[in-house]
């Protein structure tokens, strides 16, 4: 199977030779996937060198002139290190691109804190109007690629990682995939989490989402299964406390497991759900950092987000 990152080389480089409006825009890494694309488009096939903040600019710049912007590094030095020329060259002017990351949260943990961006949707939180979507799947990341590609002037941050699960799922960008239904509880697995989440809450009776796009917020997939639980009345917050049960009175449970900095999502959840009575656990990777390089598994393990300690948090929190 190939990786995301191979993926999103492949896509890109035939989109550029069917949509005269969109350029790539490298600093220097990546730069081998597009060698023949760049021969074949060297006026939009644009490598800026390690200047990140010139890779914004100029992305900037060519969405001004018409033009549909692709900006790929490594996270950390996508969205961290240039985030005041995204806040000025794309919010304050009003323009749209596409911001392709890679390494995600610790892809390369040999590479250090330095190549490490857990707190990246977080701070692209803090501006207006993106889509952010976050592949679990070389091949969902194909779908969410083509998609924000073609979204007009829109916004779009693609989070690509390395850490994938097995096997790509029938996704639809912008919503939230409905993988399996349960009584007990909703857990929201984001992107590469999901396989990891269904290992965890094998035999729980709970409801499973897939959210391969997290801004905006799936709203309306979050509400109905939530209502479904409820009305079942069989939750752990219905079934121990006087005056719930069937009904639209029953708590509803919401775990939401993502792979970054944790607790991103929580008040999207809290948001959605201010109407009713509900509980929300955020999941993901904490602030404290690990210092030690080890492998993608290793992290997620001292992260708490391996199998094994996903179930405990995760049942721990519906039986309270």
């Known amino acids: 199977m190939d990786t995301m990152r191979e993926r999103f080389a492949a896509i890109v480089s035939r989109l550029l030779d069917e949509d005269p409006r969109l350029a790539v825009v490298l600093a220097e890494i990546g730069k081998d996937g597009f060698a023949d694309a760049a021969r074949a488009h060297p006026d939009r096939v644009i490598n800026v060198g390690i200047r990140e903040q010139l890779l914004v600019g100029v992305g900037g710049g060519l969405a001004l002139t018409g033009m549909r ?10 969205i961290e290190r240039p985030f005041e020329q995204i806040k000025l060259d794309f919010g304050h002017q009003g323009m749209g691109g596409v911001l392709v990351s890679a390494a995600g949260s610790y892809d390369w943990p040999a590479g250090g804190y330095t190549h490490m961006a857990p707190g990246d949707v977080a701070l692209l939180d803090t501006l207006d ?6 592949p679990g799947h070389p091949d969902e ?5 083509r ?3 073609a979204a007009g002037d829109d916004s779009v941050y693609v989070r690509l990682s390395a850490h994938a699960n097995s096997a790509p799922r029938d996704i639809a960008p912008g919503r939230f995939l409905t993988v399996r239904k349960g009584r007990d509880g909703v857990v929201i697995a984001v ?3 999901l396989d990891n989440v269904l290992a965890a809450v094998e035999g729980l009776d709970v409801t499973v989402l897939y959210a391969t796009t997290v801004r905006p917020f799936d709203e309306r997939t979050l509400r109905a299964a939530t209502a479904a639980g409820a009305g079942a009345g069989t939750g752990a917050a219905g079934a121990g406390a006087a005056g719930t049960g069937a009904g639209t009175g029953a708590a509803a449970d919401v775990v939401i497991v993502e792979p970054y900095l944790a ?10 759900l201010a109407d009713r009575p509900h509980r929300v656990l955020g999941l993901g990777i904490p602030r ?5 390089y080890g492998t993608i598994d290793e992290h997620l393990a001292g992260q708490g ?3 094994a300690s996903l179930r405990e948090r995760i049942a721990g929190f519906l039986r309270r």
Not at 69 to 78: D, E, G, V, Y
Request: aromatic residues 6%; proline residues 7%.
């Open 191 to 193: 992107g590469p989490m």
């Open 141 to 145: 990341a194909e779908t969410l690629l």
């Open 69 to 78: 912007p692709i900006l790929h590094t490594f996270a950390s030095f996508l």
């Open 147 to 149: 998609d924000a590609a």
């Open 305 to 307: 987000l391996d199998p």
């Open 288 to 292: 404290r950092e690990l210092r030690r």
């Open 129 to 134: 109007g993106w889509t952010v979507h976050v």
């Open 263 to 272: 607790g991103t999502s929580t008040g999207a959840v809290n948001d959605t």
